[in-house]
C-alpha cells in the first residue's frame, strides 16, 4: 500500500489555510435511538458545500508549475466539479469540467461561480468522463480523478484526523462510499487507532464493494436508480479498495426509504440540510441503531442539494414513515360523493394536501370518476386506520 497516515498529516497541513474545520455536533436524537452518543461530522457545512475540496486542493497543490499551467480537467455532475473548480480557483489553475447534459443547474452555477468553465457531454458522469479524457489528450490538462488517486485519498482522509481531535474517544465512524476515495482516507487513521472501527455505507440499488470485496478485486456492480448520486459509482477505484480491503471493518447497504428518512430526520431533528449521499450514515444508523459501537460519528459529507430533488426525497420519505399518503378513490359521477369523501376524511383527522379530479382515465366507465387525493397522516397506524376505515366506510379504494 502507498498511503499512510503520515500522508494524511501532511496533507493537512496544506490544507490548513484553505478548507474550515467543520463542527462535530453532538445529535440528542440519533443518541437517543441509537443508546449512544451520536454526533455529526458536518461537511455539509465545508466550502463548496461538501468533503471534495480537500482531495481536489490537495491534488491540484501537488502538480508541477508547468503541468498547473496547462489547466485541470475533471467530469462530474455536482461535488467533485465544485471541489475542483474552487481548489483550481484558489491555485491560479484554469479548470474544464465536463457536466453531463442536464446537470441540476444550481451545481452548474455554483461551478462557473468558481470560475471554471464548463462543458456539457452525454447523459452521465460516464461519458462525460471520456470527454473528461480526450480534453487531456489534446491539450495536455490534468485530469483530476473523483477517488482513484494517493493525493485525493489522503486529502479526502483529513476529515478522519479532524474527528480524532475533537473526539479522542471515538468508536465507530460511518462513512458514505462511492468510489472509495473519502471512506480509505478516514481509515487509514485505524494505523494509529485501530481501536476505531470505520463502516462504509452504500445505496442497497448501487453498491459495487461488497461484490468488488467478496471477489478481492474491484469489479462492476449493477446500478440500478438511487436518489444518492454522490455515492452511486459502478466500479470501486483501484486505490481507495486496496486500503478499504485491508482497513475497513465493513460495508453495509441502505435503502432508499432509510435515506429519505434520514434526510427528513436531519432536518426536523438536528436542523441539518444534507444531500441523500451525505445522510447515507445516518440511514444505516436508523436501519440498525444497535449496531456501532459508540460514541458514533456519522460522516454528512455532503449537503448540496437541488431544491426540487429535496421536495421530492421530502415527499418520498413522509410516506415511507406513514406520514404522507396518495389515494385514489373510484366513484360513480353523483353530486356531494366528493364532499362524502372529504367529510369523512376529515372526520379521522386527516389533512387534505391536494386533490385532483378524473373523468378521462381509460379503464374508468362512463359516469365514473377518479379522484387522487394526497393527505397527511400521523404515521403508519393511523395511515393503515384511514384506509381501512374509508373502506368500510364504502369508499372505493384503488
Ligand atoms: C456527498 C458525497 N458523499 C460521499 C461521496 C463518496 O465519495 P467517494 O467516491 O470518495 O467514496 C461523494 C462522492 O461524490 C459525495 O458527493
Redesign the pocket.
Known amino acids: 500500500m502507498n498511503v499512510e497516515l503520515r500522508d494524511v498529516e501532511q496533507a493537512r497541513s496544506l490544507l490548513d489555510q484553505v478548507v474550515e474545520e467543520t463542527p462535530l455536533a453532538h445529535s440528542r436524537w440519533l443518541s437517543t435511538r441509537a443508546q449512544v452518543p451520536v454526533f455529526l461530522k458536518c461537511e455539509n457545512l465545508q466550502r463548496t458545500g ?1 468533503f ?1 475540496i480537500r482531495g481536489a486542493y490537495v491534488r491540484i497543490s501537488r502538480l508541477s508549475a508547468a503541468e498547473r499551467s496547462r489547466g485541470v480537467v475533471a467530469a462530474s455532475a ?3 466539479a465544485q471541489g475542483v473548480a474552487l481548489a483550481a480557483q484558489l491555485l491560479a489553475c484554469k479548470a474544464t469540467i465536463v457536466m453531463p447534459d442536464g446537470a441540476a443547474l444550481p451545481k452548474v452555477q455554483a461551478t462557473r461561480g468558481y470560475g471554471a468553465q464548463i462543458e456539457f457531454a452525454g447523459a452521465g458522469v460516464t461519458e462525460a468522463l471520456l470527454r473528461a479524457q480526450e480534453i487531456a489528450e489534446q491539450t495536455g490538462a490534468v485530469l483530476i480523478h ?2 482513484d488517486h494517493e493525493d485525493v485519498l489522503v486529502g ?1 482522509g483529513t476529515v478522519g484526523l479532524e474527528i480524532l481531535e475533537q473526539l479522542p474517544d471515538v468508536g465507530t465512524i460511518v462513512v ?8 480509505a482516507g478516514i481509515a487509514l487513521l485505524r494505523e494509529r487507532r485501530p481501536d476505531v472501527r470505520v463502516v462504509g455505507v452504500q445505496a442497497e440499488d448501487a453498491a459495487a464493494y461488497p461484490g468488488s470485496l467478496a471477489q478481492g478485486r474491484p469489479v462492476r456492480g449493477t446500478m440500478g436508480p438511487t436518489m444518492a448520486d ?2 452511486a ?1 459502478a466500479q470501486p477505484g483501484l486505490i ?1 479498495f486496496e486500503v478499504i480491503a485491508d482497513r475497513l471493518d465493513e460495508v453495509v447497504t441502505v435503502s432508499e426509504e432509510s435515506m429519505s428518512q434520514a434526510l427528513i430526520g436531519l432536518l426536523e431533528r438536528a436542523k441539518m440540510l444534507v ?1 441523500p ?2 445522510a447515507a450514515g445516518v440511514a444505516a444508523l436508523l436501519e440498525r441503531p444497535e449496531a456501532f459501537a459508540g460514541p458514533v460519528v456519522s460522516v454528512l ?2 449537503g448540496n442539494i437541488d431544491a426540487l430533488v429535496l421536495l421530492d426525497v421530502i415527499r418520498h420519505g413522509l410516506a415511507a414513515a406513514g406520514r404522507f399518503m396518495h389515494l385514489r378513490v373510484r366513484f360513480s359521477d353523483r353530486p356531494g360523493a366528493l364532499v362524502r369523501l372529504l367529510t369523512d376524511l376529515a372526520a379521522m383527522g386527516v389533512n387534505v394536501v391536494d386533490v385532483a379530479h378524473d373523468r378521462s382515465a381509460d379503464s374508468l366507465g362512463v359516469r365514473e370518476v377518479e379522484v387522487a387525493v394526497e393527505v397527511a397522516t400521523r404515521g403508519p397506524e393511523h395511515r393503515d386506520e384511514v384506509r381501512e376505515h374509508l373502506t368500510s366506510l364504502g369508499h372505493q379504494l384503488m
Open positions: 461538501s471534495k455536482g461535488n467533485h473523483p477517488f479526502q458514505p462510499l462511492g468510489g472509495g476515495g473519502l471512506a454522490g455515492i459509482v481507495p444531500e449521499s451525505g459529507s455532503g
